[in-house]
């Protein structure tokens, strides 16, 4: 269980690297500082700090940009 979801995780290494992949916790997981995702989770509130727009997802804030394939999201420190 991670925050309540139950969840099942993957490991294994490659090359000399562990990987460690979590499903079904997206959403409980912390998000990782500057890092960018294509899709935000669900019932994010868009408030706007002198005049820059963000999303508030729950106590993670994201700042949109928008390139050749489309807006994404990266993970900004609270404005």
Same mark, same amino acid.
């Given at each position: 269980?991670?925050?309540?979801?139950?969840? +099942?995780?993957?490991? $294994? /290494?490659? *090359?000399?690297?562990?990987?460690?992949?979590?499903? &079904?916790?997206? +959403?409980?997981?912390? $998000? /990782?500082? *500057?890092?960018?995702?294509?899709?935000?989770?669900? &019932?994010?509130?868009?408030?706007?700090?002198?005049?820059?727009?963000?999303?508030?997802?729950?106590?993670?804030?994201?700042?949109?940009?928008?390139?050749?394939?489309?807006?994404?999201?990266?993970?900004?420190?609270?404005?």
């Amino acid at each position: 269980m991670v925050g309540g979801t139950t969840t +099942d995780i993957v490991a $294994y /290494t490659t *090359g000399g690297t562990f990987i460690q992949i979590w499903i &079904g916790a997206d +959403d409980k997981l912390p $998000y /990782t500082m *500057g890092a960018i995702y294509t899709v935000l989770p669900p &019932g994010c509130a868009t408030p706007n700090v002198r005049g820059q727009t963000y999303y508030r997802c729950g106590n993670t804030w994201f700042s949109p940009a928008y390139g050749a394939n489309g807006v994404h999201y990266r993970v900004v420190p609270a404005p």
